[in-house]
Every structure is written in structure tokens, then in C-alpha cells.
């Protein structure tokens, strides 16, 4: 089949921005819950971004598990992972006055823990992570041909949100968990466990950071600097879009995937890499707040 | 009388018992290595490898009697893949633990920090496996390099494309290191010596994980052959997103291939070409090469690549320069490996290095023509081979 060099290039640049932008704005979305129920703005995001792929390699490379039920056993380890967590560490400052410097303290100590521990065991394959496809082969858009296992990172991703969305606005935790965003103190008087809901909200928050890095690790290659790169982007995705705002988070994250794909088209792959974080920078000044400020 | 004679005898057993003291502690008391590499951080897999394939030859020089009759001891200290750290390590090796040399960074950030320490501290630095060129520039004293420097790489890229399709066009897509900034330099230096063009030249930030849109921007400008060089798992990335918009394996050449590498391209990439300075494939391997490789695969259960081979070499030149010096004084070491002429026991290739402590360079291409992911096994054949002295390029020039 012939092929319009041009052609090739544009359709590259919107599935790039599409698969991009929507694990963006999954994860930024994992965060920003998290932020707006708890008032915990998570520094460890990333470095939990990449525990999932890791552990997805390891249980599909070391331990030969098929990729699909390896990926639903992390998912399922990182609840009783995030469990724990809120037990130890988060519920003991949810009564301290800005709590929230206390817990981008402990969880920037968590992240440096993290990265140690990462770069202690996995770090000796760091040449190697590549995970199994899910779906393999590619699959053709009119002439470009798009890893099938990318689009099903995409097609997760896009569902993930959409429910992601659904829930908070129909569910009855969703409702809660949106009346705790609002007035801690009203939602508390209107019955609402408010310290139920942080724990919900905290699970629920992780899990999704989770499901971000296991479909990165599905469109991707992968090595330990993703965790940082990340990290930035979902905070950055996060304040424009408005804190504790998931609408704000998919807009955001989408637009800032499609900025990296048009800039690398454009500009070079280095530029692309910081034209989100100018992104970033022209729309505060231009709405301080962000974008979906509540 | 007898007294004067208990006396000479106490004197006599004095002596001897000293001089059978000496002479045990000299047997008991190691020559030792300061072996600083990355067991930890972005290169450890690399710093991992090496120091296994040196273990194996410590192991085998100590079992046959050590050196001198001494047994040869690498301190192994890790660096973090930090220059830092490697630094630190360095002088804690020089002045607490007087190692007779440093050897062991496969980095050349790590590489570079250290050769600053080993030149200004005059202590012998032998680097197994870095590549930068700047690591033997005009006028060092004290350090020398056994992997051949990667401007050279390109260059050898270059000849060897003019041999398959003289006119090519070629496209690079590389990582923003040190080493791969350095081998692009080579081929695009050389390029227009050998009558090639560079189609496109596209470069990746640290941490990059796509190349989706590259890729297409490098079948646009439609080359003969592509020179991926991407960082770690991304250069199976770049790889198989090459081979997804319909570019042959035939086309790809990768600048350099070791076993996880080369296995985590995946068979679809059985044709492709690689370089490297060993491999188990290869006719040219000795005897001992084949049980260097028998009994790395037994330990690893893969087989080992030029990494693990330069590492295990190193070792091997180490005991071969204090044989010659006769004694481990550093001065007389550092003359000694200077002066040597000799070749891999693994391979027969020869190693002697230029007044800059470079090696005389060589390099081989090869052809996937097999590979089982399952079992970590590929097979190749040599397509290429090419020896070349190490200024044949202005190769400190093109990279600072």
C-alpha cells in the first residue's frame, strides 16, 4: 500500500495524543481525588505509577503469569497496598491544621523510599522492562498501523474514565465523596462518614494511579525515570485543571497529550517533553486557579 | 659456651621464623583492584553484567595461583551510576585500601569523574567497558580503555554501510547520552567520506518511551537503513515500531547488541544487524572463550555479550601487566600496561594501546538469523568485521 508521508505523520499525531493524553489524564485523575477529598497533595503518585508496571513485569516475565490476570492481581494487590498505607501513615493527620504540608513531606520521604527500593531490586533489569502484549499485532487506521495492544490501552483508559466519571456523579459513595470535596463540615453534618470517605477516596484514588501505570506499561516501554516524569505531569495536570476537579483532570490531561504529540511533530521529541509544563505556565497566568477551579 | 650456642640458635630461629613470616605474609597479602561500577541506578544492568564477568576471571586467576603468587582481590564498591558516588568511591579505594589501580565504571559519566581523580592522583585506571572519547584524549598519563571509543563505532557504521549499498541513505535516531551523541557524531562524520547521506536525525530526551511519530517522520524521509540507538528498553521501542510501519530488518543496524538487548528486540527482528566486540556466535571464539561462555551460562543462564567479556578480559590484562611489571608499584604497572602487546585469551583479538591509552580498535557486525525468546538464545553471523586505529577520525574533536 502506498503511503502519504503526511498522511502518516497526522494520524501518527492524533493517536499518539489520544493514548497520551487519556493515561494522563487517568492518572492525574487518581491524584486529584485523592487531593480534593483528603487535602493530600500525593508526591509518591508517581513512584506508585511505576510499582504497577513493575510488579506486572515481574509477576509476567519472572513468574510466567498471562498478562491479563497479572495485571488484575496488581490491581488488586494495590488495594490492600493503599489499605495499609492509609492505616499506618494518612488517617493520623486527617484532624492536623494544614495537613496538607505534612503529607507532601511524608509523601516526598515515601518517594525517595520508593525510588531506593526500586533502584536496589528492579534496577539491574532496567534494559529489560518490556511487558507482554495483551493483544498482539497491529491494527491498521487507513494506513498507519497502530499496535492493537495500544489501542486497548486507549479503549481501558477512555472506559476507565467514563466510569471514573459516572461514578462520582451518580454513586451514592460518589455523591459523598463530592459533598466531602465541597464542605467537609456539611457532609459531616448531613451523615456523611466523613473518615470513610477518605479512605474510600484514598483506595480509590491509588487504584487509579495503578490502572495508569499498568496501561502505560501496555503502550509503552518503560524505565525508572518514568516515575519523576509523571510524578510532574500529574501534579501539572492537576493544578490547571483545578484541584479536586476530574472533569478538569480529563480535559487537562488530554490537551496536554496532544500538545507533547503536535510539539514533537513540530518541534523535536526534548522540546515536546517540556512544552506541557509551558502549557502549564500560560494558562495559570492566565487563570490562576486553573481551568476548573471549584 | 653452650650458652653462646643457645644463643645463635635463638638468632637463627629468629631469622628463619622472620624470613617464613615475610614470605607468608607476602603469599597471604592480595594485590588488590578498586572495582567501581553501577550495581545500582539507571546503568546497574550494565555494572551488574560486567561484574560477573570479572568474578569469573577472579576466580579462575586466584584458583591457578594468583599473580606473583599473590592473590589478585577486586574491591567492589557501587557507584550508583552516580559520578559522584564514583568519585568518592575512587579516593576512599586510593588512600584507604592503596589498590594498585582503579578499574570497573561502565558509564562514561562514572568513567569521566574518575579519570579526573586518576589522572591528577597518579593512579592506573583501566576501564573495561565506557566509551566516550574523552576517556584517552591527547595527553593521558594514567588511564587506559579496553572497549574501543564510540565516534569510532560510527565510523565503522559508515564503512560498513558503503559496503552493503554504496550511496545509502541513512536515517539516526538516537537517546540524548554521552554515548550515543558520540557514535552519530562518527557516522555523520564519515558519511559523506563514504558517499552516504543521513537521511534524518532525530534525538530523544532522557526517559523517552515513544517513537511512534519519529518513526513515521523517519519512513518519510524513506533511508535505506535506520540506526536506532535508543536507552535501555526504548531501543526495543524504537525497534519494533520501525519494523510496525513496514521497515525490513535487513534495514535496521544497531550500533551495539548485548544478550538482554538483543533478546528483548524480539524475533520479528531476525535479520537486523548489530556490533559488538564478542559474541557467542562468532567462529573466532578460543577454547577458553567457549568455556568462559559454558560457564556463564551455566551461572547466568544466558550466554555472556562483550560487556561481561571485556569485564572478564580486564582481569585477565590486569595480571598479565603486574607479571610483566614484577611488582605491584603503580608507576611500574602503569609502564608495563603501556607496553603491552597481547590478545584476548577469549577471542585472540589483539589489545595494545596508543600513547593515550586507547586500544587499537576493531568491531564486528552481525546478523540475527534466529532467536527463542523463551530461553534467552539467539543466533547470528558475522556480516562484518573492521579494525581501525583509534585517531583515524578526528574522534576527540567531534565529541567534548
Known amino acids: ?294 | 659456651m653452650e650458652v653462646r650456642h643457645l644463643k645463635i640458635m635463638l638468632a637463627g630461629a629468629a631469622v628463619v621464623a622472620l624470613a617464613a613470616g615475610t614470605a607468608w605474609g607476602e603469599a597471604a597479602d592480595p594485590i588488590k583492584v578498586g572495582f567501581v561500577t553501577e550495581l545500582t541506578g539507571p546503568w546497574s544492568f550494565s555494572g551488574s553484567s560486567c561484574e560477573a564477568g570479572m568474578r569469573l576471571a577472579e576466580a579462575r586467576i586466584n584458583g591457578a595461583g594468583g599473580v606473583l603468587k599473590r592473590p589478585l582481590k577486586f574491591l567492589v564498591v557501587d557507584n550508583q551510576t552516580n559520578p559522584t558516588q564514583a568519585v568518592a568511591a575512587a579516593r576512599s579505594l586510593d588512600t584507604q585500601e592503596k589498590v594498585l589501580l582503579l578499574s570497573g565504571p561502565t558509564s562514561s559519566d562514572n568513567a569521566l569523574a574518575m579519570y579526573g581523580y586518576a589522572e591528577q592522583n597518579q593512579l592506573p585506571f583501566l576501564v573495561p567497558v565506557a566509551a566516550f572519547p574523552q576517556l584517552t584524549k591527547p595527553g593521558t598519563q594514567w588511564t587506559f580503555r579496553l572497549e574501543p571509543d564510540a565516534v569510532g563505532w560510527g565510523y565503522a557504521i559508515a564503512k560498513f554501510i558503503e559496503q552493503k549499498k554504496p550511496g545509502a541513505k541513512v536515517a539516526l535516531m538516537y537517546s540524548d547520552f554521552a554515548l550515543m551523541r558520540a557514535i552519530a557524531a562518527g557516522v555523520k562524520y564519515q558519511a559523506p567520506l563514504s558517499k552516504l547521506s543521513v537521511s534524518a536525525e532525530i534525538i530523544f530526551p532522557q526517559g523517552s518511551s515513544d517513537a511512534t511519530i519519529q518513526a513515521t517522520q523517519v519512513r518519510a524521509s524513506n533511508p535505506d537503513f535506520i540506526v536506532p540507538i535508543g536507552a535501555g528498553g526504548f531501543d526495543n521501542t524504537i525497534a519494533n515500531q520501525l519494523l510496525d510501519l513496514g521497515f525490513k530488518p535487513d534495514q535496521i543496524i544497531h550500533p551495539f547488541g548485548f544478550t538482554t538487548n538483543i533478546i528483548g528486540w524480539g524475533k520479528r527482528s531476525v535479520g537486523s544487524y548489530f556490533g559488538t566486540f564478542f559474541d557467542a556466535n562468532l567462529d573466532t571464539v578460543t577454547p577458553e572463550g567457549r568455556e568462559f561462555i559454558k560457564d556463564f551460562q551455566a551461572k547466568f543462564n544466558r550466554p555472556p555479550s562483550y560487556i561481561e567479556n571485556f569485564c572478564y578480559t580486564t582481569a585477565y590484562v590486569i595480571k598479565e601487566a603486574i607479571e610483566k611489571a614484577g611488582t605491584a608499584d603503580r608507576a611500574k604497572f602503569r609502564d608495563a600496561l603501556r607496553a603491552l602487546k597481547t590478545k584476548e585469551g577469549t577471542s585472540n583479538v589483539p589489545i595494545e594501546f596508543d600513547k593515550n591509552g586507547a586500544r587499537k580498535e576493531y568491531i564486528y557486525y552481525m546478523q540475527l538469523t534466529d532467536m527463542d525468546v523463551a530461553k534467552k538464545e539467539y543466533k547470528a553471523k558475522k556480516a562484518f568485521y573492521l579494525e581501525w586505529a583509534p585517531e583515524v577520525i578526528p574522534v576527540y574533536d567531534l565529541v567534548k
Not at chain 1, 456523579?169 to 477518605?198: P, S
Not at chain 1, 499498568?214 to 483545578?242: H, P, T
Not at chain 1, 480529563?250 to 515536546?272: I, K, N
Open chain 1, 1 to 294: 500500500m502506498a503511503m502519504d508521508p503526511n498522511l502518516l505523520v497526522g494520524i501518527s499525531m492524533v493517536t499518539t495524543g489520544l493514548v497520551l493524553g487519556a493515561i494522563f489524564a487517568l492518572t492525574a485523575a487518581g491524584v486529584t481525588i485523592v487531593y480534593g477529598c483528603i487535602w493530600l497533595p500525593n508526591a509518591a503518585s508517581g513512584q506508585l505509577f511505576l510499582l504497577a508496571p513493575l510488579v506486572l513485569w515481574s509477576f509476567t516475565i519472572g513468574f510466567g503469569i498471562e498478562p491479563v490476570l497479572a495485571a488484575l492481581l496488581v490491581l488488586a494487590a494495590g488495594l490492600p497496598l493503599a489499605y495499609l498505607v492509609e492505616r499506618l501513615l494518612i488517617r493520623r493527620f486527617y484532624d492536623v491544621p494544614d495537613r496538607n504540608i505534612s503529607y507532601f513531606v511524608i509523601t516526598l520521604g515515601i518517594t525517595q523510599i520508593l525510588s531506593g527500593i526500586f533502584s536496589l531490586t528492579w534496577g539491574r533489569w532496567s534494559d529489560q522492562y518490556n511487558v507482554p502484549p495483551l493483544a498482539a499485532g497491529v491494527t491498521f487506521i487507513g494506513p498507519f498501523p497502530l499496535p492493537t495492544n495500544r489501542i486497548l490501552a486507549l479503549g481501558c483508559a477512555l472506559t476507565l474514565l467514563a466510569a471514573l466519571f459516572l461514578a462520582l456523579r451518580y454513586h451514592r459513595f460518589g455523591r459523598a465523596l463530592r459533598a466531602v470535596f465541597q464542605n467537609r463540615e456539611a457532609a459531616a453534618l448531613r451523615g456523611v462518614d466523613v473518615r470513610r470517605v477518605y479512605l474510600g477516596s484514598f483506595l480509590l484514588g491509588t487504584s487509579v494511579i495503578f490502572a495508569g501505570g499498568l496501561l502505560y506499561s501496555m503502550a509503552y516501554s518503560f524505565d525508572l525515570s518514568v516515575a519523576w516524569s509523571m510524578g510532574i505531569a500529574a501534579f501539572a495536570i492537576m493544578i490547571v485543571g483545578g484541584p479536586g476537579s476530574v472533569l478538569g483532570a480529563l480535559v487537562v490531561g488530554m490537551l496536554f497529550g496532544f500538545v507533547q504529540a503536535v510539539v514533537s511533530v513540530f518541534a523535536s521529541p526534548t522540546v515536546a517533553t517540556l512544552s506541557y509544563l509551558l502549557a502549564m505556565l500560560l494558562i495559570l497566568l492566565l487563570r490562576p486557579s486553573g481551568l476548573f477551579a471549584r
